[in-house]
């Protein structure tokens, strides 16, 4: 489709911010606050107009003091800033009715949250404007749809059956979103002759999605079929912020359809992980001029930065010159969907493609800002804002010398104010009988924390008996169920309808709303 005009129009996307979330037990407020004061920055930096948090706001749907405090006050902030809008929508870790509980007087604040998937679609359908009342853009503000909203169930239906009426009652929730859309969205043009992009967002599992084991992404209904695919996405949508994964990727090879990931590692499994927002641009302006990305941070893991432009040369020598003086810290940058992101690309971008540049942010740490995607007719770019690491993270495996090389490899890399968390796997065929005793005397003095240590030979040989360091925290409800069915010696032709019965209670308890009434 032709863009006669669009007004030049920036969007920060991002999602799964887990507030309150928990490591081994151990708080993180200081990560969440660093990430919040980063975003701040971010969003003046960049002059951002509207800001989209796509679901999971909270790690629970009863958040404690604390994290509603980091809520409210970084949307206090934000609401003083240039950023003219922030759209929020619940995800499946939130209280939708406490999400909703506050929405009327954060409209007054330009806030505008969506807890509840609305009985008239209408309600989900915004159109926001700028400071002079001209129409920005409009947003299909869509949260995590439950299984009640999406579909009616009925006595004696079939998993299956109930798979497919999930994935029709989402395909139907947003062709309906996409119909009002269009329908505003040709309004507007007759009045402003120009094109106002379309947004959606969303919180859900796409299909071929990609996961790490310990992020804590729960199965969002019962089966685990209820994935979609990214042709479930009208076209007329110019942008999708999704939410729910924590590793950054496309869906379906499009472009415009992304997962912004968490902004923090959730588990050590996503430690090499580079977190990130996309910065996702509209307007005429972008064909002629580049891209400047600024980082005006204050405080990162308690390092001062320096404030730097830099200029995106959109050239395949300079992409190559930043990628060689990259290749050291850069080797993991969307390192778990290296394959998603090189795989197809729209027949559209080939040229687009060759003039994706990486760019050295000149801080103590050194990042990398990526322009993903540039649409010349759309008259849009996607670029991805790399997040600074608040609290390093390590995942150490290997016998007992391996593990005090590797220990010793990871303290050298850190500055004199910066600390690692550990997450110990021994691995060894040597049973070490005081192993915990052994791996502490390891890192005495050292700027290291070790919060678990595990022993896969004594997990693997003895199944049924639960070591004496181990506790609830952890296990997940699956593997808890699990010992049971093996501790009592539950037949294998009765485990299958046990584990049946079990997801659903699971999925009943993670899912029912315990702030409403």
Not at 43 to 63: E, K
Not at 81 to 95: E, K, P, R, Y
Not at 157 to 170: F, L, P, R, Y
Request: aromatic letters at 6%; a negative charge; hydrophobic letters at 35%.
């Amino acid at each position: 489709m032709s863009v006669s005009a669009v007004t030049p129009l920036t969007i920060l996307h991002t999602s799964d911010w887990h507030l309150g979330r928990r490591l081994y037990g151990r708080l993180r407020y200081d990560e969440f606050a660093a990430f919040l004061s980063w975003l701040q920055d971010t969003i003046s930096a960049q002059q951002v107009d509207v800001l989209i948090v796509a679901g999971d706001i909270f790690d629970t749907m009863t958040p404690s003091n604390k994290a509603q405090a980091l809520y409210y006050e970084f949307l206090g902030t934000v609401s003083k800033s240039c950023c003219q809008h922030v759209v929020i929508v619940a995800g499946n870790h939130d209280s939708p009715t406490f999400l909703d509980a506050p929405s009327h007087v954060l409209k007054f604040l330009n806030v505008h949250v969506v807890g509840t998937a609305c009985e008239d679609l209408n309600d989900e359908v915004m159109v926001l404007d700028d400071a002079d009342g001209n129409p920005h853009c409009i947003i299909t503000a869509v949260p995590y749809l439950r299984d009640r909203d999406v579909r009616s169930s009925s006595a004696g239906e079939s998993a299956q059956s109930k798979d497919a009426n999930v994935i029709a009652g989402i395909c139907a929730h947003y062709d309906g979103v996409a119909e009002i859309s269009r329908a505003k969205q040709a309004e507007l043009a007759k009045v402003h002759k120009r094109h106002v992009p379309i947004i959606a967002t969303g919180h859900l599992f796409a299909a071929g999605g990609t996961t790490t084991d310990d992020d804590g992404v729960r199965e969002l209904y019962i089966g685990s079929l209820g994935k979609v695919s990214a042709d479930m996405f009208s076209e007329s949508f110019d942008y999708v912020a999704l939410g729910h994964l924590h590793v950054p990727q496309r869906v379906g090879g499009r472009e415009t359809i992304r997962y912004s990931g968490s902004p923090i590692a959730m588990g050590f499994g996503e430690a090499r992980q580079q977190k990130q927002v996309l910065l996702v641009q509209f307007g005429s302006v972008l064909k002629n001029k580049d891209l400047t990305l600024t980082n005006t941070s204050k405080r990162i893991c308690h390092q001062q930065l320096t404030n730097s432009i830099i200029n995106i040369d959109k050239t395949v020598e300079k992409t190559a010159k930043a990628v060689n003086q990259a290749a050291s810290f850069m080797d993991d940058l969307f390192a778990d969907v290296e394959s998603i992101e090189s795989d197809q690309h729209s027949e559209t971008s080939i040229e687009e493609t060759s003039k994706q540049t990486e760019v050295i942010l000149s801080t103590h740490s050194t990042l990398t800002a990526t322009l993903l995607h540039h649409d010349t007719a759309r008259q849009m770019q996607i670029t991805s804002l790399p997040i600074p690491t608040f609290q390093k993270l390590a995942q150490v495996s290997g016998d007992l010398d391996t593990i005090n090389q590797t220990v010793d490899n990871t303290i050298k890399t850190l500055t004199d104010t910066e600390s690692v968390w550990l997450e110990i796997i021994y691995t060894g065929d040597e049973v070490v009988s005081e192993l915990r005793e052994s791996i502490q005397a390891m890192v005495e003095g050292l700027p290291c924390e070790v919060l678990k240590i595990k022993d896969t030979r004594t997990y693997n040989k003895v199944l049924n008996q639960q070591q004496i360091s181990e506790t609830l925290q952890d296990l997940n409800e699956q593997e808890v169920f699990e010992r049971c069915l093996t501790a009592h010696n539950v037949p294998d032709e009765q485990r299958l309808t046990l584990r049946e019965a079990y997801g659903q209670i699971v999925y009943d308890l993670h899912h029912a709303d315990t702030q409403a009434e």
